[in-house]
């Protein structure tokens, strides 16, 4: 959080002769704008109608959900196609001095977000009840909680928070309507353990939406507590702390956040670049590091597009689950086709690793022209029961996603979750789509991935176009992502008439 927010204005007058301006600001004014930086601004002010010539060089110094228009611009032409693009706001006179000290600070630059270690939840000592460890899902918790709000569980490891910080907490469960639940938060004197300087307290009502933790006093590290009262089961599934930008948007400026009525999140950031085909539809891969993926390469493409991310288990789940929870990813996907009224012909669906499931599996709705992955996985399954024999120990988490989707670990689930993508994959008409496949040769998580994706499209003459790459899954990735990147480049020259960007 320490790197300074980059401001540009564009208008007759500077800002700065009229306006206070917020610390933690790197503030530039230009008159006129006709040169390209070489790093694009956080937030950008326009203050006056622009000339022809300004328009390339400023949409690329621009970020999409970042723009902000003053009531002095008159809307004429391309000015308007320029705030259309960019998702642009109108700001009035009055709001830009507030808005300047209040608002700007949440235009940070980069993504954060993290689940709290499960490894990290302790069970409190006062509670006599049963406890069930459900690998590294959730911790079950059935019994009598107490009469009144006490400490059910805590997590051991503690975040820090700097002055001026917002966070936001997000915690799953599932629980009995017999038990209450609160969550207590404490933050620290900096260096100390026992000197507090501040609390939080979140109801079970506070918490049907993510709550904040916006710290205006010093820098401490923030400690969390689960409160529990009634009798009955409580599932605590995880916990999660991301930097807040206080209503601007999730991890990115714009970014959305969807959940369902069980607590699952998913997210989309949405970039209409020039709003002309392809949309760019990319799932982002396993991390734990919570956030969207491909931001930068899909910008660099010039098209729009759209990143989807989720965040459960230990760096997601394949972006499969129940109805509600795939139905809420469908959505996402076609609320952004319907408003550039494209149809899946004029789509590309993209992914790296567990990003390819994602693509594969909702590929099967929307049927695009091309899908563009790199170490495809689809037997999500057989990634689990690799674990055994050809992976001990390298992706654990296979095993929490095959308990939680198969709702077993045994060699039924095995098949049944498996049985689950193919079905869906053999019931698509993929007669007018491209897949376009870059795999490990030696691949430990899904040995034979793209070879099974072969027999299942043989029957029906698909272009598929393959390279192999010796080694195991998570070997020579440069390579992958080069040859994904190249292959990308040349679907939307030869097939969408568009150049891009080195």
């Not at 026992?194 to 904040?212: A, C, H, I, T, Y």
């Not at 491209?434 to 991935?449: C, G, L, N, P, Q």
């Amino acid at each position: 959080m320490s790197e300074k927010i980059r401001i540009l204005q564009l208008g007759t007058a500077d800002w700065r002769k009229k306006y206070r301006l917020p610390e933690n600001i790197d503030y530039t004014y230009q008159s006129s704008f006709t040169e390209e930086p070489k790093k694009r601004y956080d937030l950008v002010f326009l203050d006056r109608g622009l000339q022809e010539e300004e328009i390339e060089p400023l949409g690329h110094a621009t970020n999409p959900h970042a723009l902000y228009v003053t009531e002095r611009v008159v809307w004429q032409g391309r000015t308007e196609r320029f705030f259309e693009e960019k998702k642009g706001k109108r700001i009035a006179e009055s709001q830009i001095q507030s808005f300047l000290l209040q608002e700007a600070r949440n235009y940070f630059p980069g993504q954060y977000g993290e689940k709290f270690c499960h490894q990290d939840l302790v069970i409190a000592r006062g509670f006599t009840g049963k406890i069930c460890w459900n690998g590294n899902c959730s911790v079950s918790l059935q019994g009598d909680f107490g009469r009144e709000l006490r400490q059910a569980a805590f997590w051991r490891s503690n975040i820090p928070v700097d002055r001026g910080q917002a966070i936001e907490l997000w915690l799953e469960y599932q629980k009995d309507p017999s038990v209450r639940i609160a969550l207590s938060v404490t933050q620290f004197v900096r260096g100390s353990v026992s000197d507090v300087q501040q609390r939080w307290f979140f109801s079970e009502e506070d918490m049907e939406k993510p709550v904040l933790l916006d710290n205006q006093m010093n820098y401490g590290l923030v400690f969390v507590s689960l409160l529990a009262m009634g009798s009955g089961n409580l599932e605590i599934i995880a916990l999660h702390d991301r930097y807040s930008r206080r209503g601007h948007g999730c991890f990115l400026p714009g970014g959305e956040r969807y959940v369902t009525s069980k607590r699952e999140e998913a997210f989309c950031y949405f970039d209409p670049g020039d709003r002309k085909p392809p949309l760019n539809i990319f799932f982002s891969g396993y991390k734990t590091r919570q956030g969207f993926e491909g931001y930068h390469l899909m910008q660099k493409m010039g098209c729009p597009f759209l990143l989807i991310s989720e965040s459960r288990l230990e760096g997601g789940c394949f972006y499969m689950g129940d109805r509600e929870y795939e139905d809420m990813i469908r959505k996402m996907i076609c609320k952004y086709m319907t408003e550039l009224d494209f149809t899946g012909s004029q789509v590309i669906m993209a992914g790296l690793s567990m990003g390819t499931t994602g693509a594969l599996y909702y590929g099967c709705d929307i049927r695009p022209h091309a899908l563009i992955l790199g170490k495809p996985l689809a037997s999500i399954g057989e990634v689990a029961a690799n674990e055994t024999l050809y992976r001990p120990g390298g992706f654990p988490t296979s095993l929490d996603v095959l308990n939680y989707l198969g709702k077993a670990s045994d060699d039924r689930a095995v098949s049944r979750l498996d049985a689950r993508f193919w079905k869906r994959f053999d019931a698509s008409d993929w007669s007018r789509s491209k897949f376009v496949v870059s795999y490990m040769i030696e691949d430990d998580y899904e040995r034979t991935a793209y070879e099974k994706i072969l027999s299942h499209l043989w029957p029906k003459g698909v272009r598929v176009y393959g390279k192999g790459i010796h080694g195991r899954h998570n070997d020579d990735t440069e390579a992958v992502v080069t040859w994904f990147l190249n292959q990308f480049r040349k679907v939307l020259r030869e097939d969408f008439g568009r150049g891009t960007e080195d």
